[in-house]
């Protein structure tokens, strides 16, 4: 799993790490074959035994955007001095606020499918795919779980298509499904089916908060 010292509320020594316990919630929500059905464990980070499925888990956001939605999450649960403090923070890593909400620094994508967070994407799947190919346990279905600020324009899910198989072609064991979330969509990429599913995924900071409190928990049961 990717590390992020600063990223996605919680401190790296947690038994649970957050971004496996969003994947969780995340993937609860929108499957039913999910519900009450995936386990955090390690390498891969989380499993399904009723479904054989098992599911890598990485982040590819930008440190900035991440030490941002970390802040933005904490805030409802510290002092209003600390909120005060967070908000300074947001807006020195290029934050804005409308009218509370908060507004992210747009992203280029001047090149298409090969702009920077696109060429993020694709890095993060080859190096997954060397992991699932050096010692990790092999379910029937192997999955991967992508955690993104993409802003996908229209069509881009498809042709992404060829794109992601191209950076798993490394690899003899391949990612039988891929999940990407950007921004309030969750793609679902079955290579099995050669289809694309799309899923909203809506109230994400409510999710967001269940998942710190879940790993939070786990820290304190330790």
Known sequence: MVENQKSMLLSGHTKFK????????????????????????????????????????TNIMGQGKKESLTLWYKNPSVSESNQKRNITRMEQLGVTFENGVPRFPIIKYDKGLDSKP??????????????????????????????????LAPFDEIRLVDRIKD???EGKIKFDVIYIL????????????????????????????KARKMAESEETNE
């Open 18 to 57: 957050f971004d496996d316990c969003y994947a969780k919630l995340i993937l609860e929500i929108c499957y039913d074959k999910f519900k009450n059905n995936i386990s955090i464990k390690d390498k891969p980070d989380l499993r399904s035994p009723k479904n054989n499925i098992g599911i890598e888990v």
């Open 167 to 169: 950076s798993m072609s």
């Open 118 to 151: 696109y060429l993020e994407l694709y890095k993060a799947i080859k190096n997954k795919i060397q992991k699932l190919n050096s010692g990790y346990e092999i379910f029937k279905s192997n999955e991967l779980f992508i955690f993104s600020d993409l802003f």
């Open 182 to 209: 950007a921004f309030d969509k969750l793609l679902c990429y079955d290579f099995n089916k050669n289809t694309c599913e799309q899923k909203y995924v809506l109230n994400q900071k409510a999710i967001a908060i």
